[in-house]
């Protein structure tokens, strides 16, 4: 990933600084929360604002922020959710210690009558818990950052959100009560699991999670024997903040790896998947993939190769069963960095370089990007470009590059005992546990 000017480690970093901006300029100041995507009148997303939280320390260490200014920002989100409405009624922020998915970005209170997200209030208190491990200065503000964060967890009652089952629901309602969907399957819920099962007050039973892991599918596909989930971005998230790397729970001891090896075998996966370019989309190739729950052109059709193609809006684009309308995002390619830099830094020099994903835009990459699609006219592009950056894409680009050069994540939440009491309590073995 390299260009004439600028070395693979500093194309990474300016990337990184790019999408930093988000956060900078995407942030209430007045209560930490960050907007879901960059539109106007639109609410701040709980996960945005987590991934905000984990971002602060690094653009500390790398320079994009004094640590005075990231202290600042901390302790007002984590004011703000400690102090903000919890209850039935519903117009409150939260109940049961966990949050709704959306919330007013002036008034934080609930927006578009949105569900109460366990996996969203998950990596909201990951954040919070990440803010408390890395702010450990002996100072009135960055104490005030850690007893937050530990009181923030502390309240989530996950024993609760299980709604007497064994695995945990996706959410609450106080219009209706609990979603009828539940945490299972192999997915993004890794975190969620770990996060409950090391709570001190109401964790979950270790039950909870051999009934998730009982849900598990194991395929062969395109070479590759691996935990199957489709989006790209379900073997990523939870690997923001914990090092998966030599540790194994019983399901990965009975398979011989680890879940750091399956995300690395999910991602050549997807590059396997663009070489065959089964469905024949455009440009799809060993330097142009990445399929994942993304925004797309649509609704509506695309005629290609004398083939009518379904157009999806946002959707839960998979590999390789779909659904695929020729959609691509940028930023699951940068998420994947440390598990197969190899061909991930190819795939981000094409982005950059050749389709020049980041040169018409604020922070960064768009959201996702469809070669298939000739776009509006005139666009600078020639094809499809989302008018948009989502902060829950942004925050992974930013921390998975860091995991990538510096392990910064990683070794921040190892000395999480929250994290770790999660691990132990699920079966993990092994590594640097």
């Given amino acids: 990933m390299t260009s004439n000017k600028l070395s693979v480690d500093a194309e990474l970093e300016n990337l990184q600084r790019q999408t930093f901006d988000y956060f900078l300029y995407e942030t209430n100041l007045d209560n930490g929360l960050v907007i879901d995507k ?101 100072s009135v503000d960055e104490s005030e950052i850690r007893t937050l964060a530990d009181a923030l967890y502390r309240r989530a009652d996950w024993q609760w959100a299980q709604n007497q089952g064994a695995t945990v629901t996706h959410g609450w309602k106080p219009e209706s009560g609990f979603l009828k969907y539940r945490w299972e399957g192999y997915d993004e819920a890794l975190l969620l699991y770990i996060l409950g099962l090391g709570s001190p007050t109401h964790p979950l039973p270790e039950e909870s999670y051999a009934a998730w892991a009982s849900t598990y599918k194991w395929e062969h596909c395109y070479g590759q024997e691996y935990l199957y989930a489709g989006p790209l971005f379900t073997h990523q998230l939870s690997h923001v903040w914990i090092d998966f790397r030599g540790i194994q729970d019983a399901f990965m001891r009975d398979k011989g790896i680890d879940y750091f090896e399956n995300s690395r075998r999910a991602t050549y996966v997807q590059q396997q998947y663009a070489i065959n370019n089964p469905l024949k989309f455009k440009d799809y190739g060993s330097h142009c993939w990445g399929i994942t729950a993304s925004e797309g052109p649509g609704p509506g059709t695309l005629k290609l190769n004398g083939i009518e193609w379904p157009l999806f809006d946002y959707e839960g684009r998979g590999v390789p069963y779909g659904p695929d309308d020729g959609t691509l995002a940028p930023w699951a390619l940068a998420a994947s960095l440390p598990f197969a830099p190899e061909i991930v830094l190819t795939a981000l020099n094409h982005c950059i370089h050749q389709a020049k994903l980041t040169q018409f835009n604020s922070y960064g990459f768009k959201a996702s990007f469809n070669p298939s699609h000739p776009g509006e006219p005139g666009n600078p592009y020639g094809w499809w470009v989302s008018p948009w950056h989502f902060g829950l894409n942004q925050g992974p680009i930013i921390l998975m590059i860091e995991n990538y050069r510096s392990g910064l994540l990683w070794k921040l939440m190892r000395n999480c005992p929250y994290t770790v009491k999660g691990l132990l309590r699920a079966g993990f073995k092994g590594g640097w546990l």
């Fill in 38 to 138: 960059d539109a106007e009148n639109w609410p701040a997303s709980i996960a945005a604002t987590g991934l905000a939280l984990a971002c602060y320390p690094v653009s500390v260490e790398r320079g994009f922020m004094t640590r005075a200014a990231a202290v600042e920002r901390t302790l007002v989100t984590l004011r703000f959710f400690w102090n903000s409405p919890q209850g039935p009624e519903p117009d409150a922020t939260g109940y049961k210690g966990f949050y709704y998915h959306f919330l007013d970005m002036q008034t934080g209170r609930r927006a578009w009558q949105c569900e109460l997200s366990t996996v969203d209030s998950t990596f909201l208190l990951a954040g919070a818990l990440t803010a408390g491990i890395y702010f450990d200065a002996d």
